[in-house]
């Protein structure tokens, strides 16, 4: 998941996806316009560490409410003063200009953005709440600027007749846009209604987030007996105790929710009452009526977003949010989700009677249900490909994976080299930090790494930055991945399962996206680009984790430093396309989810959650009474939070790009230098510059096609 490093965005930062990154500067505008204000504190300031990484071991909590604010006035001035500029408009004074702006609003966010994620406490999600409704109406008091739009839209309109470069283009084409999108367009009474709702949105995305955060900590599985945790391992059960201890229930053992309707530890669980207390907790844990129900925050979201697009002229918010998508209209993106549905419920009835025939030889007198699913088709995955979930884990030691798995795939594709430091202050005793090199020895970047499981942790994986590259400016990237991989009880080692592994090296992806990055204007650097090629880079990135060569460099014994069994190696990579019809079934079924809400007009948003959300389920041709959609509705954090509205299908087509490239690779070699530079000369290091198309076509030869993705998953065969 690519998360936009600032949560409103300053300066041109909504421009795109990952245009929050660096877009401003800390001097005055060189107008007549009045005196830009001079912030105080930490982050008035560059940072003096490397690649001006923020230093965290100054940064207080108190900090943050008084530089976002500051920041906020500072970057209003400077935008007042491009708009009263007396000379003409011109690319330079006032597009180029629109770049050097919130240089300390954008250093305050992103640190603000890293703890409130990771580390959050009360004082953190107060001041969280106070400021995110300032933000939303700092963003369109700058957007919806009548003299800055006059001066932009002067510029666009006379650019036939500018002789600029192709990056200057589309640096202009996307300001513009940006501008539109954001409402400059509007009446004055359509501006203001726009203004209400931007703001009652931010307040709401904001509580969405908290309130979910507190409903997946609260309902964590309390289990008083350690027999009903059979099938764990020691190490699981030692880590289960644990996190009992530190809620103060010594004696006891919880289970915290992950984020995901399936939990990881249901397919280990021997318990079937067990498994299923744990089902019900991960599915139920915002809509129990209490304080942390977020029903009713999902209504007033998704009617809000109706509202807004009706003053755009658009009959349904999923309508607006596509304006600068791959897919184009909601209508491509739904014809795309439904021509995999019918091949994945076919898999789904095929994998399920497989299943239940597991659980009769088991002794089962019952059918699989959604808490049954894991656990059986691990038993059915075992006996058909002979390979043991827990005999595998011995050979996933975190950092091992990081540092000859997912670092060695980027030397060998990319040619650069790590190097771990401890000089960096971080937020938490678990980050580690490492310097990137390029393939001549110069620094590319700087890597941070936070992999473990808190409660005080929003869920799921994410990259973002702290510094984006920027030729404007002479940066260089200063990126972060965040997991939550269950952490180990203390003194033993951090081993995971192969579904945390690939999310190391799809996070990579993203960071790679990031520190790639090779282009001029901060607002169109690194992941600067649309949800549904965003996730591209990252995609393609997981093909290498079982990439034979790969996989035996960082597949080894945690105790012996032995790899892999051969055998065994082999019965990993065989077994990647099992159980497809869940694993794809479980997204292709949030997606159309995701869509069913933002297909609403402001008239059509029901009063009933849960029984809209069946109703839309039921639409699918999915069998989602097996086989349950990734996020329900409640915890949708990616579409009511993190900014997927109307683009949870953007994973889903993203992998058809990366399937496609994938095939591509196999046909000119795989893992080779060759390759990894075609991809980053032609997609890693453009960011938002390109026609992604256009970009796709060069890397590949040809137009995206599903039969690839079809094929990967093993639902369709080689040669169909």
Known sequence: MYKPALLIGTALCAATLGACTTTATDTTMATTAPTIPEGTGIFATESTLPFKAPDFSRIQESDFQPAIEQ??????????????????????????????????LGRAQRAFSILTGTVTNDNLDAIDAALSPKLAAHSDTLFLNDKIFARVKAV?????????????????????ERFVHAGAELSPEAKQQLRDINTQLSTLDTKFGQMLSQASKDNALVVPDRAALAGLSDAEITAAAKAASDRGLDGQYVIALQNT???????????????????????????????????????????????????????????????????????????FMQGLAGPTAKAQLTDAAAINAMIKADGGDFTVQPWDWDYYASKVRAEKFAIDDNAIKPFFEVNRVLEDGVFF????????????????????????????????????????????????????????????????YGEK???????????????????????????????????????????KYPSL???ATPRDFVEFPSQANEKWAVEPSVLANYARHYQTGAPMPADLLKKLQDAQGFDQGYALGETLSAAMLD???????????????NAFEAQALATTGLHTDLVPPRYRTSYFRHVWGSGYAAGYYAYLWTEMLSANTGEWYDANG???????????????????????????VALTGKEPQVAPLLRARGLLHTGE
């Open 71 to 104: 920041g906020m006035a500072i970057e209003k001035a400077e935008w007042q003063a491009i708009a009263d500029n007396p000379e003409a408009p011109g690319f330079d004074n006032t597009i180029v200009a629109l770049q050097r702006t919130g240089r300390m």
């Open 156 to 176: 666009y309109d006379n650019r036939a007749a500018m002789s600029m470069s192709a990056e200057d283009a589309v640096l202009l084409e996307k300001t513009y």
């Open 261 to 335: 309707t399936q939990q990881p530890l249901l397919a280990s669980l021997d318990n079937r009452e067990t498994r299923k207390a744990l089902f019900d907790k991960s599915w139920n844990r915002a809509v129990n009526g209490d304080a942390n129900d977020t029903r009713e925050i999902v209504k007033q979201i998704a009617t809000l977003r109706a509202q807004k697009a009706a003053l755009f002229g658009e009959p349904d918010y999923a309508s607006y949010q596509m304006y600068d998508r791959m897919a184009e209209t909601p209508e491509n993106a739904i014809t």
């Open 409 to 472: 795939a980027a030397n060998k594709l990319y040619g650069l080299s790590f190097e771990k430091r401890t000089d960096i202050p971080v937020w938490h005793p678990t980050v580690s930090v490492y310097t990137v090199f390029d393939k001549d020895g110069s620094e590319l970047a700087l890597f941070y790494f936070d992999p473990f499981q808190r409660d005080n942790k929003r869920g799921g994986a994410w990259m973002s930055s702290f510094v984006g590259q920027s030729g404007l």
């Open 477 to 519: 990237p200063v990126i972060y991945n965040v997991l939550n991989i269950p952490p180990p009880a203390e003194g033993e080692p951090a081993l995971t399962d192969f579904d945390n592994v690939e999310t190391m090296f799809h996070e990579f992806g993203h960071a790679l996206h990031g520190m790639f990055s090779d282009v």
């Open 525 to 527: 650097a690194g992941t």
């Open 595 to 609: 869509m069913k809400w933002h297909d609403l007009g402001a008239g059509e948003i029901p009063a009933d959650v």
């Open 670 to 696: 795989g893992l080779t230098r060759a390759n990894g530079d075609k991809f980053r000369a032609t997609v890693l290091s453009r960011g938002g510059t390109i026609d992604y198309n256009d970009a796709f």
